[in-house]
């Protein structure tokens, strides 16, 4: 059977190119996005669109029989610093939406399912340097538990139910098409946008917060990676860890300048810095390397000469 692709979430900062990659990959017509709200106008003219709540689970059967979908991108989630705000509906759009393509693969209706896990499942008793696979996994954010749950039921299902989920720990995501929303490492992205059009930026973590965080291009290829890889080659079914680069908002900053000299920082952290001070500073993804053959090509300068072209 063809792979028939439904993305949930298609309109947020990763499923706009997501989205985009897939249709080139697998023909317009066959990759459909689903989200809560339109999108850009060049996701919503590149190809099919469906409004769709994630937590809806007939919503999402419907579509996924009426388009006899194959693979489901599961994006739709809510990031760290929004969650704080609203646990329980932060937990019940990052659980239930999960619940429900994980059973429909279960019951047979679709094939394979991508969901997204973060670096977010890590806590402050984790390994702060290199965060191998393994290790130990106390996360203190209400985004971080959800994460985590939702990892160790992609497992079970893959083991009980002969689900084939296949999932990947994003790093800080940096994009020029699309802005993220309510993430602890959307400073990374902001800051260009306010180097730019104002010359000056506060960021809301403290200059020497060391992250993970990866260029969206990365990013797009190691999903796309993870779900072409043979179904063999991915032993981990919780969630692979993924590294691009790591760096810190005094690092990012003196990069821009290197390109922007006018460009100033200030540093006023808020509640955003528990978060991040929880988080590692950076990651071995050597399962991925092994497993799927998983290499980055973005480091910081490359990211951000690429940022500021394309933003300029
Ligand atoms: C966030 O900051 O919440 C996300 C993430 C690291 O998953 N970008």
């Not at 709540?53 to 760290?80: H, R």
């Not at 929004?82 to 994980?102: D, G, P, R, Y």
């Not at 997204?116 to 696979?133: C, E, L, N, R």
Request: charged residues 25%; aromatic residues 10%.
């Amino acid at each position: 059977m063809a792979t028939k692709i439904l993305i949930i979430g298609a309109c947020g900062q990763i499923g706009t190119e997501l989205t985009l990659r897939l249709r080139e990959l697998h023909g317009a017509d066959n990759v459909i996005a689903g989200d809560i709200r339109e999108g850009s106008e060049e996701l919503m003219q590149s190809g099919p669109f469906e409004i769709v709540d994630a937590t809806d689970k007939s919503a999402v059967e419907d579509l996924c029989m009426y388009y006899e979908i194959t693979d489901v991108y599961l994006m739709a989630a809510m990031l760290s610093a929004t969650a704080e705000k609203f646990a329980t509906k932060a937990w019940n759009l990052n659980m239930n939406s999960l619940f429900t393509v994980l059973n429909l693969a279960k019951s047979g209706k679709i094939e394979k399912i991508f969901w997204p896990s973060s670096i977010a499942v890590f806590g402050p008793t984790t390994p702060k340097h290199d965060t191998p696979q393994h290790t130990i996994m106390e996360p203190t954010t209400v985004y971080g538990i959800s994460k985590q749950s939702g990892e160790r039921w992609c497992e079970y299902y893959f083991n009980n139910n002969d689900v084939d989920v296949r999932s990947i720990r994003y790093p800080g995501l940096i994009s020029w098409k699309t802005l993220p929303g309510g993430g602890t490492t959307d400073y990374a992205v902001d800051i260009f946008h306010a180097a730019l059009k104002e010359g000056s930026y506060e960021c809301f973590l403290h200059k020497d917060t060391e992250l993970p965080m990866m260029f969206m291009d990365d990013a797009i290829r190691a999903t796309i990676e993870i779900m072409e890889a043979p179904a063999d080659k991915v032993k981990q079914r919780s969630s692979y860890n993924l590294s691009g680069m790591s760096f810190t908002p005094e690092q990012i900053a003196v990069a821009i300048k290197k390109r922007i000299p006018e460009f100033e920082i200030t540093y006023n952290p808020d509640f955003r810095q528990a978060i991040a001070d929880s988080w590692p500073s950076s990651i071995d993804d050597s399962e991925a390397t092994k497993d799927w053959s998983w290499n980055r090509s973005f480091d910081l300068e490359q990211m951000v000469d690429e940022m500021i072209d394309n933003l300029k």
